[in-house]
């Protein structure tokens, strides 16, 4: 197979200590009217030495010429490092429905306790997220107000928002992609995050974190101002699969029309779980799934990642699908290295990888941190060309995470383009 011939360029310029992230996405159903969804990411040292991570800016712009050039950024919302007590906003994605041409941009609010640690079981953040949506019907010039995602059915309301969901005691943060099925019904993947892990659960994740993952299904409403949002059952994957449960889902149609799903597992060095992407088909968008299965090659064998991000892109030129993941040679047992960042073709009639178009996008240049991370990256394919466009922050930039101050957090948004395979 021929090389990927990646183009890396800065996307955006760091404007100072801050991590750029940035997801771009066309806001029309044809043309190339764009809006990109920015969020500037500051790091506050609290005074026992703790790390604490906060949206700095999160903003919208638009382009007209397919990215080329964009307006000049509008702030939705500022933090200031002195006043986390309060409500806090953090952007999931924007998706278009390209039947009705309206725009769904999607978002989680949470309160923060900053005496909490941020990623401490059963924090403020956990017990408190609950998910947003707002529309779009001018390109993302204009957007109505935010409304909650709530389960249509009777019994649910602004606290029990959800089967899994209970606000003040398990939070539900929409963090995973979104497609379409043939009758236009949105499929969306949401995490479930628990006060407590599972009795037979011992690793340390588990005392660290434990989550579900369910999906929502959104329809429109018979007058098309509004979704009708239903949640299906919950996944759950166990230990020994996995140590804390999962989270972060990728969504992917099979050319039978069954759902796809993988999600982010974290495994356990002490007991010997190694960390991977588990898998779940539905048959019927999404209500239902079956059992969690490892993500594998076409021979069986498990396909090896960190506990880290995943998406798959369909490619309009070669009508092919592909994984983009941090694909790794041997597995691990937790987060890292999140390089190379890689990418390969995924067979969506069987549901494998394809062992053999395996190839990496970015790796870590000799002299980069060990922390150095490709991952969490937009993604789009760019209707002119037919490239494929990823955008993320390169960090850590110079200093490993344990090494560094908040002088020290900022990076750049890169860019990474190249033409899929095949």
């Given amino acids: 197979m021929k090389p990927v011939q990646v183009?890396?360029?800065?996307?955006?310029?760091?404007?100072?200590?801050v991590s750029v992230y940035a997801g771009a996405f066309y806001s029309r159903a044809a043309g190339e009217e764009m809006i990109e969804d920015i969020r500037n990411e500051a790091l506050r040292l609290k005074p026992d030495g703790s790390r604490q991570y906060y949206s700095r800016e999160l903003m919208h712009r638009r382009s007209r010429d397919n990215g080329k050039t964009w307006s000049d950024p509008q702030i939705l919302v500022t933090e200031h490092p002195d006043h986390l007590e309060r409500s806090h906003t953090f952007p999931f994605s924007i998706t278009l429905d390209p039947n009705r041409d309206v725009l769904i941009y999607l978002s989680g609010r949470h309160e923060m306790n900053p005496e909490e640690g941020q990623f401490a079981m059963g924090n403020r953040i956990a017990r408190t997220y609950?998910?947003?949506?707002?529309?779009?019907?001018?390109?993302g010039a204009t957007w109505d107000e935010p409304r909650q995602i709530i389960d249509s059915r009777p019994g649910f309301d602004t606290n029990h928002w959800g089967p899994a969901f209970y606000y003040g005691q398990i939070g539900g943060v929409a963090d995973g992609a979104t497609t379409f099925l043939v009758d236009g019904t949105l499929v969306l993947g949401f995490g479930a995050y628990f006060p407590k892990a599972p009795d037979n659960d011992?690793?340390?994740?588990?005392?660290?974190?434990?989550?579900?993952?369910?999906?929502?299904?959104?329809?429109?409403?018979?007058?098309?101002?509004?979704?009708?949002?239903?949640f299906g059952e919950e996944i759950t994957v166990g230990y020994p699969l996995a140590a804390g449960g999962c989270c972060e889902s990728?969504?992917?149609?099979?050319?039978?029309?069954?759902?796809?799903?993988?999600?982010?597992?974290?495994?356990?060095e002490a007991t010997d779980v190694f960390a991977t992407r588990f898998t779940t088909t539905s048959s019927d968008g999404g209500m239902t799934w079956g059992k969690p299965t490892p993500l594998a090659y076409e021979d069986g064998s498990t396909v090896h990642l960190p506990a880290s991000?995943?998406?798959?892109?369909?490619?309009?030129?070669?009508?092919?699908?592909?994984?983009?993941?941090?694909?790794?040679?041997?597995?691990?047992?937790?987060?890292?290295?999140?390089?190379p960042l890689?990418?390969?073709?995924?067979?969506?009639?069987?549901?494998?990888?394809?062992?053999?178009?395996?190839?990496?996008?970015?790796?870590?240049?000799?002299?980069?941190?060990?922390?150095?991370?490709?991952?969490?990256?937009?993604?789009?394919?760019?209707?002119?060309?037919?490239?494929?466009v990823l955008l993320m922050p390169e960090m850590p930039r110079t200093k490993n995470y344990d090494e560094m101050r908040p002088e020290d957090f900022g990076s750049d948004c890169i860019e990474l383009r190249f033409m899929p395979p095949g």
């Fill in 130 to 139: 609950r998910s947003y949506y707002q529309l779009s019907r001018d390109g």
């Fill in 7 to 17: 183009r890396k360029s800065i996307h955006i310029p760091a404007p100072g200590p």
């Fill in 342 to 388: 890689c990418i390969a073709e995924f067979d969506t009639r069987n549901g494998f990888v394809l062992r053999g178009t395996v190839q990496p996008l970015i790796d870590r240049p000799p002299g980069a941190p060990v922390d150095r991370r490709y991952t969490n990256f937009g993604s789009y394919e760019d209707r002119r060309t037919g490239e494929f």
């Fill in 202 to 230: 011992p690793s340390e994740r588990g005392h660290e974190c434990y989550s579900t993952t369910c999906y929502g299904q959104a329809r429109w409403s018979a007058d098309g101002k509004s979704l009708v949002w239903r």
């Fill in 309 to 339: 991000m995943q998406r798959f892109m369909r490619s309009s030129r070669t009508g092919k699908t592909y994984l983009v993941a941090n694909i790794l040679p041997k597995p691990v047992y937790a987060q890292t290295p999140r390089y």
């Fill in 250 to 268: 990728a969504v992917v149609l099979l050319d039978d029309g069954r759902v796809f799903n993988t999600m982010r597992c974290q495994g356990d």
